[in-house]
């Protein structure tokens, strides 16, 4: 039996690509098409439903990063499929949010464009980095992490409060939600360009050369 059970589980810690890291990347990628099908369906609660499932999108990304680093499991793919995932939810959630929020999209709107324009800019930035060997000087930093968490916190919020007709369970009121989720979205952009100054301040020197 407990050979039976090792070899059940031993998939999960492989070095090969369909590890269990990679597996929860995988399917935080299948979450994003899950989240517009929600979003634009007839349910009632799809502003609850979406809430849902962007939430344990956010775990499986905090869990991935967490097995990875505490099994050393470091895989191209991985490399590939983490930034993406997360990238294509983020992307999508707030276009989603921008578009839900219409009597007040602006709010939404201005911080979203400045969001995807630097992550756009961004990742072309580290993708040169690593066409020249200097990738690691425009690795994530604690800003970028912070950032990243306040974004998943106001994305959250953002997607629980849409207007629809069901009431938020617990008597939650969706203003409150709505005014602290438009903080926490601010707050995730400033720590955005402030990172990005950071990874093109470090590269400015490769960019001139």
Partial sequence: MAGAKDGSVS???SKGPWNLPNVLSAVRVLMVPLVVAFYYSSFS???VMCF???TVA???DYLDGYFARRWQISTRLGAFLDPVADKLMVATTLVL???GHKDRSYDVAFPAAITISREIAVSALREWMAQIGARDSVQV???GKCKAFAQMMALSGLLLALPTE???PYNMSRDAIYAFSILLMWASTAMAISSANDYFRVAWPHLTK
């Fill in 166 to 168: 069901e009431a938020l």
């Fill in 97 to 99: 949010c921008s578009a």
């Fill in 52 to 54: 849902v499932i962007f």
């Fill in 45 to 47: 609660s799809r502003g």
């Fill in 141 to 143: 930093g604690w800003m």
């Fill in 58 to 60: 956010a775990g499986t």
């Fill in 11 to 13: 998939w999960m810690r």
